[in-house]
């Protein structure tokens, strides 16, 4: 069995297309997690100015207590606010990831189940042996990818319902 060059130019185009897409799903989660990152960081540059403004004009200590509390509770809907939206870009990308991970698997595996027919058919007499212990490779990856998925799933499950569970704690 041979791999004429047609195939393996396509292999090397393929494997260069998803390696540039999981480059590019990493590199704008990266653009989005730093914008957020900004806007926190302007917002509460912003925000400590005007609580010193608003403490510094107090005419009274009373006042000024008054106004420093008034601040505390903006700034942990804020931090709340920022962890969610990190928790969304993270999940967000973790999904467009684990999508391109079962797209490649789903290519992988038509390509090893193509590769056992043609063995197969080539394969002399006596090697059945050889080609069930391929199968049952095979199967056992197959088996192996579905529970890891499977784990991803719940716990991904699990993190967005603690995400709630604190945001519904925040309110």
Known sequence: MSINPEQFAAANKATVDSLLSVANTALASAERIAALNLNAARSALEDAASGAKSVLAAKDPQAAIAAQTSLAKPAVE?????????????????????????AQFGDFQKSMANMV????????AGSEGAVAAIQSAIAAANSAFGNMSTVAKQFSDAAQANMASITKKSK
Not at 117 to 124: E, F, G, H, I, N
Request: hydrophobic share 40%; no cysteine; proline share 3%.
């Open 117 to 124: 027919a043609m063995a197969t058919k080539s394969a002399p």
């Open 78 to 102: 804020k931090a709340v606010a920022y962890s969610r939206s990190v928790y969304e870009i993270t999940a967000q990308t973790q999904q467009e990831l684990a999508k391109m991970v079962e």
